[in-house]
């Protein structure tokens, strides 16, 4: 019988152990920035739409309200958050202090750097490539 050769690459396996390895980069650039994606994440759609709950955040964020509550607390506890006046019974509305715009600021220039390094190893044409293909395949609604 032929040796019938390395398998195909597979593009789930591949795609997983590039996150495993860009995640892992990311989140060591960010903590030596006084952040976590997860910060990062809460500051962004904060500072797009301030006032969001904390239950909107966690929705968005595809965690627990209870996992977001921790990160909003320690966002509110180092002074990057405050909590908008109460109305009518609801619950106050998160927004992005000065010191929190600072921190995003940050934050975002430690993802712009690397992703830098990663148009450096890819070359700009294969990256605006790759970029434009995972965004097809998050758009596609059939995946779960």
Do not use: W
Not at 9 to 28: I, K, N, P, Q, W
Not at 86 to 94: C, K, Q, S, V
Request: charged fraction near 25%; charge should be neutral.
């Amino acid at each position: 019988m032929a040796d019938p050769g390395p398998p195909a690459a597979s593009l789930s396996v591949l795609l997983t152990l590039a996150e495993s390895r860009v995640s892992e980069r990311l989140d060591a650039a960010l903590a030596a920035a006084g952040t976590s994606r997860r910060q990062l994440g809460a500051l962004g759609h904060l500072r797009r739409e301030p006032g969001l709950s904390v239950s909107e955040l966690a929705r968005r964020a595809g965690i627990t309200p209870q996992s977001m509550h921790a990160t909003v607390g320690q966002l509110e506890a180092d002074g990057l958050l405050a909590r908008a006046g109460t109305g009518r019974g609801r619950r106050a509305g998160l927004m992005v202090s000065e010191p929190g715009r600072e921190r995003l600021a940050t934050a975002l220039a430690v993802v712009a750097a690397v992703d830098d390094d990663l148009r450096s190893q890819l070359g700009a044409e294969a990256y605006d490539d790759a970029v434009s293909a995972l965004l097809n395949l998050m758009r596609d609604t059939s995946a779960p």
